[in-house]
């Protein structure tokens, strides 16, 4: 016998063994700590709020629906080239991600 | 479990906060986590159990980090070593002057789970391997991990794990021949 199936075999009972649950995942479960994850929540939340205020404060005084027109008849006037394009579309897409992102995080403060 | 279930447990947890998940995984994959400890700790059912506990608690406050890369049982090893590593680190001074951890499996057999003394060899005989040996060992004769897998849970280079399983190797074959496992 090679000292390698000598192992296997010693270790076999080993391998097979499977410990009863005895309660310990209830005991797990109790232990979570749900407090200083809504207060991480919390602080999450108030961040994004903050964000959002100032957002909402820079578009009004920097009249920025004045930019927007201003792209649009751009755009109308001299169509945009390829790079112009791929920086609109990846503009496009980080605020869908940001979108996204705002929705998901709104769904987990529902769920606490 | 899948690779594909882990990812979506870990999922719900991470995004939503959905415990009933996090129930699953503890569930499905307690006994390999306190399986773990128990050779680790050589038999020690308490330890094992606060340990473990300690790994999943930790696994919950960060399971944001799991990438599903691995499968969610390598990524608790991993936690499950590291808290092993620091508990080892903060016993280290008391168990200079105490017990020393390779004479916990004969005083503490009353707390041994496994009661069969086929369960008491194994732990007998794990304790004549230095620490490092002994995981490396149980990771992958028991756990059945290879040695890549080993080296990434441990974060050991895969030539210093190749000297671990090689040297605890030879220690146990000798050790098991010498006692007639080998008849």
Known sequence: MTDNELLQQFFQAARQTELPDNGFTERVMQQLPSGSRSSSLLKSRLWTAFCIVIAVTLFVLLRGWELIAYGFVMMLNAPPTNQQLLTMLFSLFVAGMLIVGEVMHSRRLLQV | ?183
Request: contains cysteine; hydrophobic residues 35%.
């Open chain 2, 1 to 183: 479990m899948g690779r594909l279930n882990d990812i979506t447990l870990a999922t719900q947890v991470a995004m939503f906060g959905n415990k009933r998940a996090f129930d699953q995984i503890v569930r499905e994959y307690q006994s390999q986590v306190r399986r773990f400890f128990l050779n680790q700790t050589l038999g020690d059912e308490m330890l094992s159990d606060d340990l473990a506990q300690e790994t999943f608690l930790k696994a919950y406050t960060h399971i944001g980090q799991y990438r599903g890369t691995s499968s969610l049982l390598t990524w608790l090893t991993r936690i499950a070593y590291n808290v092993f590593y620091d508990y080892r680190r903060s016993e280290k001074v008391k168990m200079e002057c105490e017990t020393p951890i390779e004479s916990m499996a004969a005083t503490k057999s009353s707390f041994l789970t496994l009661q069969s003394s086929l369960h008491q060899d194994i732990y007998q005989a794990l304790s004549l391997l230095k620490e490092d040996e002994r995981t490396c060992i149980t990771l992958q004769l028991i756990d059945g991990y290879a040695i890549d897998e080993i080296a990434d849970i441990t974060k050991m280079p895969t030539g210093t794990v190749k000297s671990h399983l090689k040297r605890g190797k030879d220690k146990m074959a000798n050790y098991l021949r010498q006692n007639g496992y080998d008849r």
